[in-house]
């Protein structure tokens, strides 16, 4: 990470090291940090979620509709969307484990019903995509300085959500580390039969992580409609696979039982740096998925080499 | 677990390395003269044939004017991400600033961010409504409203009872505009028009939705396209279901498909914006204002709409395969 830091910092000279290049960052890895930090607990152990993008998609559009269409106050219509996501998240869980069937199918399937669910009422009850306003709604205020609030230092303004994002980490860490829980994540995800005879309540600690990553999604969608003051149908869009590329360049398996949290961290981080740094160095950006692939291929590789070698000893 | 990561990024540098160093070396060879750097960000997806004749006017523009540009756009219609592309762009510091704004609400903390740093700024092709709020040198574009009844004026004249509209990028305040131009005549004429929602990536879906819905609508006769993206895969289709050419085909914008669909006759006009003015007049005009204080005293550079049919088609086709218009 420090030397694709440098790598920027030689190249892209004009305004990657100041300030508001730092800011510029940060912000960006410190949402996709968020949803790293949920989607790698869910992957250690064994499962994915894919719906999340859309969970974004449908909490900011319900957010702003409670909230502009139905003049509800706006912490009332976000506790009110956070139930909704937790109970889908809740579903998701509940379908996988009850099923047996693989995550990856059961949430992408969900991912398309949440998206289409989400144009489909909007367009029926405003006849539009795209919804603003929310600034002038009751409770904003108090919103905003929860999830948009900024810290202003020489002149640039950083995101308060930079912050949610060290603090969910160090939560999340504390968890996966010193607590029953977290061993019990890792023994679900190594191997769910031997996690049950040893008597972990399997089910239930997958049904929780997937309500967990779906209230990731949910604070995500509330950050981003109190920064830009409304939403649109199609936010969150590819955020579920750049979450978990987040989580594997960090090291977490896909098949679950091995991972970390400051991994993932650390890959929101790399990812936020490359995709700014490459608008620093002048790059079209049409270049930034050639990156990503690149890394995401070079991080899983590495991890394997480096898995045998702990494996030997 | 260092020890892991050290040896995870040298692999990355050294991707990094090669890919990074290569476009960096073209830029310098380029552009001998650094002195003057305008950045451009627009909202034109990488599949889109439209802008990449806007980017070709404004690279040609630097070129003969020996200034550096660099233009980025988001790989796809997400507006978080193109904030993001100009909060970065501002933190460079660049000479001039030249931004579409499709949408206003998603992007009006970065404009206004840029506009407080003194950064100039030209606003081009959509969301000349920011002027109102915020100082800018001026903007290019058509008026997407006047497009609209224009390409509503000219349905009629085809004698259409029946329209189907398809919008390539919901969320995008000019299409939306152009749309309304566009119902609102039809409608005071008591024409129907229906809409199918498409997704512009993917050409074989765009066809499918619009042939599944020609078949149980059969009294449509007239379909608007609000851009190249949903009129070329639409043209296909109306080759192979329609030889008859019953079905009139109008699109915004045009790419050499579009033409070639001219001449053949299955569209009847395109509503030309010549897009490759509003990249090379920016480029210029932010120069100018940069080097020399200039600063025009129209607020609109209107750049459009002419229309383009099948009298004119065979004039443009051969500017339009070389990318200019």
Redesign the interface.
């Known amino acids: ?4 830091w440098a ?1 920027f910092a030689i ?1 892209a000279h ?3 090291l ?1 300030v ?2 730092t ?3 940060l ?2 890895s410190s949402e996709i940090g968020i949803l790293a930090i949920g989607v790698a607990l869910l992957m250690i152990s064994g499962e994915f979620d894919l719906s999340i993008g859309s969970l974004i998609g449908f909490s900011s559009m319900s957010v702003t509709l409670l909230t502009v269409e139905a003049n509800l106050s706006m912490p009332v219509a976000s506790i009110l969307t956070l139930i909704m996501v937790m109970f889908i998240g809740y579903c998701n869980g509940i379908t996988v484990v009850k099923s047996g069937l693989p995550s990856f199918i059961i949430t992408l399937g969900s991912l398309f019903m949440v998206r289409g669910v989400t ?1 489909a009422v909007s367009k029926m009850v405003t006849g539009r ?2 919804l ?1 306003g929310l600034e002038e709604s009751k409770g904003y205020n108090i919103m905003s300085s929860l999830f948009s609030n900024s810290l202003t230092i020489s002149e640039t303004d950083f995101p308060i959500s930079i912050l949610w994002w060290v603090l969910f980490g160090i939560l999340g860490y504390l968890l996966l580390k010193h607590t029953q829980i977290g061993n019990w994540i890792f023994a679900t995800g190594a191997s769910k039969e031997s996690a049950k005879l040893m008597g972990i309540p399997v089910n239930r600690v997958k049904t929780s992580l997937f309500m967990l990553t779906a209230f990731c999604a949910w604070f995500i969608a509330i950050t ?1 409609v109190t ?4 939403a ?4 969150g ?2 955020k579920e696979f750049i979450a978990i590329i987040a989580a594997v360049i960090g ?1 977490t398996l896909l098949t679950g039982g091995y991972g970390s949290i400051i991994g993932a961290m ?1 890959g929101a981080l ?1 990812f936020g740096i ?3 740094g ?14 990503m692939g ?2 995401l291929i ?2 899983v ?3 394997g ?2 898995r045998k070698k702990y494996a030997h000893r | 677990m260092i020890k ?10 050294i ?3 090669i ?3 290569c ?2 070396n073209n ?1 310098l060879k380029n552009n001998p003269d650094k002195e003057i750097t305008i950045k451009m960000v627009t909202h034109g997806q ?1 599949t889109d044939p439209f802008w990449s004749v806007v980017s070709n006017g404004a690279k040609d523009a630097a070129r003969e004017l020996g200034i550096t540009l ?11 991400t193109m ?3 100009i ?7 660049p000479d001039g600033l030249i931004l579409s704004v499709p ?1 206003i ?2 992007l009006r ?1 970065s404009i206004i961010s840029a506009s407080k740093k003194n950064i100039p700024i030209i606003v081009i092709n959509a969301g000349s409504e920011i002027m109102e709020e915020v100082d800018i040198l001026t903007y290019v574009g058509q008026s997407e409203y006047e497009a609209g009844l224009k390409a509503a004026e000219g349905m009629l004249k085809q004698g259409v009872k029946s329209v189907l509209c398809i919008n390539h990028e ?2 995008n305040i000019s299409l939306d505009q152009r749309e309304q131009g566009f119902r609102k005549i039809l409608s005071e004429n008591n024409v129907a028009v229906k809409t199918v ?1 498409i997704d512009a990536s993917d050409p074989s879906e765009t066809r499918e939705m619009v042939r599944a819905f020609l078949s149980l609508n059969k009294k449509v006769d007239g379909i608007l396209t609000l851009g190249p993206l949903g009129a070329i895969p639409i043209v296909r289709l109306l080759k192979e279901i329609d030889p008859q050419k019953n079905i009139k085909l109008a699109t915004f914008d045009f790419t050499p498909e579009i033409i070639d669909g001219i001449m053949d006759g299955h569209i009847i006009f395109a509503l030309d914006q010549q897009q490759y003015l509003q990249g090379y007049l920016p480029v210029v005009l932010m120069n100018l204002y940069i080097t020399n204080k200039n600063t025009p005293a129209y607020k609109k550079l209107e750049t459009g709409p002419s229309i383009i049919n099948i009298e004119n088609a065979q004039d443009v086709l051969a500017l339009s395969k070389k990318g200019s218009r």
């Not at chain 1, 990470?1 to 694709?4: L, P």
């Not at chain 1, 920064?227 to 409304?230: E, I, R």
């Not at chain 2, 909060?87 to 510091?93: L, P």
Request: hydrophobic letters at 50%; glycine letters at 8%.
């Open positions: 990470m420090v030397f694709v790598f190249f004009d305004g990657f100041s508001q290049g800011k510029s960052y912000q960006v144009i995509t795209q603003g981003q920064t830009f003051g409304g649109d149908v199609l936010r869009e590819q090291g650390i790399i490359v995709k700014q490459i608008i620093f160095a002048g790059v079209d950006a049409d270049w930034f998925q050639v990156f690149v890394m070079s991080a590789l590495v991890n080499v480096f | 892991k990561y050290i040896a995870k990024c040298f692999y990355l540098v991707f990094v390395c890919v990074v160093s476009s960096n830029n990488a660099h233009y980025q756009s988001p790989q796809n219609f997400d507006m978080i904030s993001q592309m909060d970065a762009v501002i933190a460079t510091k949408d609400p998603a903390k919901i969320g929602p």
